[in-house]
């Protein structure tokens, strides 16, 4: 138990599906992250929140929408999206103030058809 | 050249054996560097944080140089439990004071008995 906790595991979805992922952290940190893993790919930084404010959208395309209501809560809206975003996406947290650890949930394994 | 690069191996190593992964950056400013551990299909965890003058937790001995630019991780006596892919994370100086960290490609070890 990492202390953030990402739902759902796996998710299929077709290209006109509109589905979204949730994360939700127990850690009282105040910054929030979306990363995406493909396959044979470095992680990538989609998006940071810090208290509920996004302060990076590392140039994602619209189709990925964030949602930050408050420090604990994440979400990531998806609508039609492509098969090349199939992926692992992993949400992070982490106290605010430089130098600190990311913590991550265990991801969402997301397969678009 | 990439912000942060890693051999991805894989290296095969039997048991009790030593080995050792280096990590690049391009950053010479990057501020604070980790080892995270990524088992198949989980999440990334962190391993340890790389200090300047150096750091060791039990087997595992991390080390900075700053003026070739690039980190190491030593693992000592090998377990067959030590297998995962390990990545290199790098907090650059632009991320001000989040944890946005850039990762590397991951470095997969194989331990063999």
């Known amino acids: 138990e990492t202390g953030v906790t990402q739902t759902p595991r796996h998710l299929v979805m077709g290209m006109t599906n509109k589905k979204s992922l949730k994360c939700e952290q127990h850690?009282?940190?105040?910054?929030m992250y979306w990363y995406k893993q493909s396959a044979k790919k470095p992680l990538e930084l989609m998006f940071v929140y810090n208290f509920k404010e996004q302060t990076e959208n590392n140039s994602v395309p619209s189709r990925f929408s964030p949602e930050c209501p408050n420090s604990s809560h994440l979400f990531l809206h998806l609508h039609t999206l492509q098969p090349e975003d199939s992926a692992l996406y992993l949400c992070?947290?982490?106290?605010?103030?430089?130098?600190?650890?990311?913590?991550f949930g265990s991801g969402t394994q997301l397969s678009v058809l | 050249r990439k912000e942060v690069e890693q051999d991805p191996g894989p290296f095969n190593v039997p048991e009790g054996a030593t080995v050792a992964f280096n990590c690049t950056y391009s950053?010479?400013?990057?501020?604070?560097f980790f080892w995270y551990r990524q088992d198949c299909r989980k999440e990334p965890k962190l391993l340890m944080s790389v200090y300047s003058s150096g750091n060791e937790d039990g087997r595992f001995t991390a080390q900075l140089n700053r003026a070739s630019q690039y980190i190491s991780l030593l693992i000592r006596d090998s377990k067959l439990s030590d297998s995962a892919t390990y990545l290199c994370a790098v907090n650059p100086p632009r991320a001000g004071n989040t944890g946005k960290l850039i990762f590397g490609q991951g470095t997969t070890l194989q331990v063999k008995p």
């Open positions: 850690l009282g940190h105040n910054a």
């Open positions: 950053n010479s400013a990057s501020q604070s």
């Open positions: 992070a947290s982490s106290t605010r103030g430089g130098n600190e650890k990311l913590f």
